[in-house]
């Protein structure tokens, strides 16, 4: 007699249908029906594992967010901080296109007034990786200025793909991420120290400005909070010489 195949629980069973409908139709196609009806659940308990709707929608988002998210963090402060953000540019496009709904939820939800906290954590991680290329004495700009123009760039070329592959054109985009990458990181970047000398038009003391704002991040314990706040916006002055032009307060 065979063993009766066990069911996953119903917390699994919701996720995988969510997620299932989310890849099949987009979110408006996760509706408390659809999944009740697919994961063989009351909608009661849907409510009763995620609270609502968009409870569940970002618990999927989670789940297909981890990997992508590990990935990332895992090559933080390892080799070139240079090489680091190329990588991370190429996981952050490499994931858009694996899991292009996924993808669209967490960065095309029609609700710019909230920003999910998984977006938030991969900022995050952007931001230490530009932050390592500032102290490595290669940034032209502020660290929060170089991470806006590469997250929304990035973004930008992700939803472009997307479109492309789901038209079946993604062929025609060939290219399309490296050359923006470069471009973006070519107007963000200072030459090495050792090149510096051979063409690079940013001042010296821009870039060692740029880089020891990253550094005091770390923390500085002779200086007064004041101090350091007169520090850092010596050192704004300073790296403004030769920095991208950007918004001011």
Do not use: C
């Not at 409510?47 to 789940?63: E, I, S």
């Amino acid at each position: 007699m065979s063993e009766a195949k066990t069911l996953p629980q119903p917390r699994e069973r919701i996720l995988q249908a969510a997620a299932d409908l989310l890849a099949e139709g987009g979110r408006d196609a996760v509706s408390t029906r659809a999944v009740s009806a697919a994961a063989r659940v009351q909608a009661q308990t849907i409510y009763r594992h995620f609270g609502d709707m968009q409870g569940l929608l970002n618990a999927v988002a989670r789940r297909g967010y981890a990997d992508y998210l590990g990935a990332k963090r895992a090559h933080v402060g390892v080799g070139d901080p240079v090489e680091q953000v190329l990588r991370g540019w190429d996981l952050h496009i490499a994931f858009a296109l694996a899991s292009p709904a996924v993808y669209q939820l967490l960065y095309a939800d029609p609700r710019p007034d909230v920003e999910s906290p998984l977006v938030g954590d991969a900022h995050a991680v952007l931001l230490g990786l530009v932050e390592s290329v500032a102290k490595s004495g290669r940034l032209r700009t502020s660290v929060e200025f170089a991470a806006a123009m590469i997250h929304s760039s990035g973004v930008g070329v992700a939803l472009t793909l997307i479109a492309a592959q789901a038209a079946g054109q993604l062929s025609r985009y060939e290219g399309l991420s490296d050359s923006v990458r470069d471009a973006v990181l070519g107007s963000v970047l200072a030459e090495p120290q050792d090149a510096r000398d051979l063409g690079d038009p940013t001042p010296k003391a821009a870039v060692h400005a740029i880089a020891l704002k990253a550094l005091l991040a770390d923390g500085v314990q002779n200086l007064t909070v004041g101090e350091r706040t007169l520090l850092g916006e010596l050192l704004d002055r300073i790296a403004s010489e030769g920095a991208l032009s950007e918004p001011t307060d």
